[in-house]
């Protein structure tokens, strides 16, 4: 009869036979836990528990039903127990005592219990850890089909846990996590089409399966999605926009990585706007995002804007960047203007400026040859401890000491000028 009320009351809870009655549901229920129908009492339990009110009243009171189900033998209840004991809901938190409700309803093959046993081994939760131990559980629980004890199972193959290491053994069991519709077996089967774990890299796969993880409700396969928009992986194009508006969903969900992401976007937008109001240093550092493609798409057209907008201004880092710019072509090769911005720096007292603008009076770059000039500035730039002018005067010196010595008079530099070099050289080797 016990039995019969608690089959009734499922009947009630479900419509099935009868039309939905919750409140019959409940009566029956009641009263099959109180003749001592262990799943009754379970399932009472288990409505009654609330993990967010751990002091509660009724959460004392799951606490008896589930310690009475348990003591008949079910392996559920045994597990809600442990839930239990873990958190300190409705009784005094024990983590060993947890443990111990683990082991008894594992040990009579409940996955899930299987499975939290596992994960006590692993991080040393009430019990020594012990990652093979941790990883057989995982595994039988995985065997029996459940899909967050097989993503284990590809965790402890890939990170090497309680088992060797094995790429393709972690991407097997990701597989059929995914596949049996766990989201995070759906998200780490994702990395593993990315990052090549034991497959071939696919990038469309990748962003398939985070996308699947997201719409099984994981937050963190925003984030991914929004790398994979941002890169231009996986999608037909990249679009920053768009990647913009994953990153947000996952950073409103409390993820780090998308919030800090976030930040970096915010930041690269207050200097634009920084760059745009004539601020040099916030135009340079927007040259180099551009130059590097950080945070940015790469573009050298853009970099070499924001160079000369900060180099205008009299940023010297940027003054010699633009001389370069123009120097080695990377976007429109002009000799004279890197000639006279390499001039600009080494005027602002820059070491590389005056190394550089040696270097362009020194072979006709943008300038007429003058080898007097051209050491001056390489002098000046080697009294400052420039290695490459110091290095650069040595080699000269070696190299023209011939050329010097065969002439009656000290040459068009004077022999003054090459004793102030010479000086200068050995003052900077020693």
């Known amino acids: 009869m016990p039995r019969a009320m608690y089959y009734l009351a499922g009947y009630y809870r479900a419509g099935e036979v009868v039309a939905q009655d919750d409140a019959k549901y409940v009566d029956l229920l009641c009263k099959a836990a109180e003749a001592g129908v262990p799943e009754a009492q379970r399932e009472s339990a288990i409505n009654l528990l609330d993990f967010d009110q751990k002091e509660d009243a009724a959460n004392k009171e799951a606490v008896r039903l589930l310690q009475q189900a348990a003591e008949q033998g079910d392996a559920e209840a045994q597990l809600w127990l442990g839930f239990c004991y873990e958190e300190g809901c409705g009784i005094a938190q024990d983590a060993k005592k947890a443990v111990d409700c683990y082991k008894r309803a594992a040990r009579v093959g409940l996955a899930r219990a299987q499975f939290e046993l596992g994960a006590c081994y692993r991080d040393g939760r009430g019990t020594a850890k012990n990652e093979k131990e941790a990883f057989e559980w995982f595994k039988k629980a995985a065997r029996q089909g459940e899909a967050y004890a097989a993503n284990a199972v590809g965790l402890c193959y890939l990170d090497g846990i309680g088992v060797s290491g094995n790429l393709g053994e972690a991407f097997a069991w990701f597989k059929k996590s995914a596949e049996n519709g766990f989201s995070w077996g759906m998200y ?238 050995l003052s900077k080797l020693h």
């Not at 340079?284 to 000369?308: N, P, S, T």
């Open 188 to 425: 780490n089967l994702g990395m593993a089409y990315q990052n090549s774990w034991g497959t071939v890299k696919d990038d469309t796969k990748a962003f398939t399966w985070y996308k699947r993880a997201y719409e099984q409700g994981l937050a963190a396969a925003a984030y991914r999605i929004g790398l994979c928009y941002e890169d231009g992986r996986g999608v037909p194009k990249a679009d920053r926009k768009t990647a913009e508006k994953w990153f947000k969903i996952a950073a409103d969900a409390g993820d780090e990585d998308a919030q800090a992401k976030l930040t970096e976007i915010r930041k690269i937008q207050d200097m634009i706007g920084e760059a745009n109001s004539n601020d040099s240093f916030a135009a340079y550092e927007m040259g180099l995002r551009f130059e590097e493609g950080r945070g940015v798409d790469q573009d050298y057209a853009a970099a070499q804007e924001y160079f000369l907008q900060a180099a205008a201004n009299g940023h010297v880092e940027a003054q010699i960047k633009v001389g370069q710019y123009y120097r080695d072509g990377t976007v429109t090769r002009d000799l004279v203007r890197a000639c006279q911005w390499f001039s600009n720096a080494a005027m602002q007292q820059s070491a590389e400026g005056q190394f550089l603008y040696g270097l362009s009076l020194m072979n006709g770059m943008g300038t007429e040859v003058n080898k007097k000039e051209a050491l001056k500035w390489i002098g000046k730039a080697s009294e400052q401890g420039y290695d490459k002018a110091s290095r650069y005067l040595a080699k000269y010196q070696e190299e023209n000491s011939g050329e010097k010595s065969g002439n009656s008079g000290c040459g068009g530099c004077g022999c003054l000028f090459w004793a102030i070099i010479i000086l200068a050289i």
